[in-house]
């Protein structure tokens, strides 16, 4: 792929998880009264994307690829800069990206080491992530050599790490696109909903796949372009990962389209999707969905309350007579 095709590729990508997090965003808004840690992470995420978008525009601009063709030492200086600063945020929106989709199949478990599972792998990941930000700035001698051609020294272009990381990503996603189906597969739900979370989360397949080109391009790849190489595949793979983790969070905002559109649906699925579009909040609690309004809340529990109240009455009757008998047990026969 040519770096102007590249460039255009980035754009088209963030407009797309653009709208994604716009509708994440409302269906929060509209249908669930809290947000959770996951959606966090998936914000964030987005916003280093879209860092990475325009930084290595500007780098493009300014000359990225195109050594020997008339580009000044300013304009190779700030060329450098601007796509170092893309390895961090690549390396944080990876991150986060992953912990997103972690913490989203928390909301699926119920054992403590499937939980231990998710944290812990999502955690080492974060840690690899950061240590390859650093080594992008820190693999030449002296330091300010990798991003100035001005200070001479020596660059080591080993692609060891990149392959090791590649290796580690393609592993967490073959993890989560598969975890979903073996958690929701012996639970409680209809085909339907087993369909609508997994289904979307098995994206992390195809962000694998991802993985895979992304290692065997840097395998054979000239060193001085692994970065770019490097960079190509993994924006294509965060993208995916973010896209399999937001069709699952956005799906009330289908089902609604869908009942406008004339489409059906029973009151049993509209009570059992309440599971699907609670959240685990900051706290641990779960929330559900805020689908009815104040007073049909208001005139439900009225109504469970008077349901109740029988039942109460009787049971204080039941109580009361036989605390009458053990008494009358208690004084004996009158004289």
Known sequence: MTLPAFVILNWTLTVVLTIFVALRIYTRMRYVSRYGLDDLFYVGAFVSYLTVAIVQHIAYANGLGRDGEGVS?????????MFLVGDVGQSLAEALSKASAGFFLLRLVFQLWQKILIVATSGIFAALCVVGAIIAWTSCTPYAAAWDDRNSGSCNRETAVPIVFCITTVSLDVLFAAMP?????????SAFEKLLIAGPLSLGAVAAGIGVGRLVAIYGADPLNVTIHQSMWTMGEIFTTLVGVGIPSTLPVWRAIYRK?????????????????????IGGSIVMAATLSVSQRGSTTVRNIQRIKPCVFSLKRALTSRDEGEEVEKRGPRP
């Open 261 to 281: 559109c004339g489409g059906q649906r029973s009151a049993q699925r509209r009570v059992s999707s309440y599971h699907v579009l609670g959240q685990y909040t």
């Open 73 to 81: 030492h300013d304009s190779k200086f700030l060329s450098n800069i």
């Open 181 to 189: 189906w073996m958690l929701v597969w012996n639970q409680s739900r």
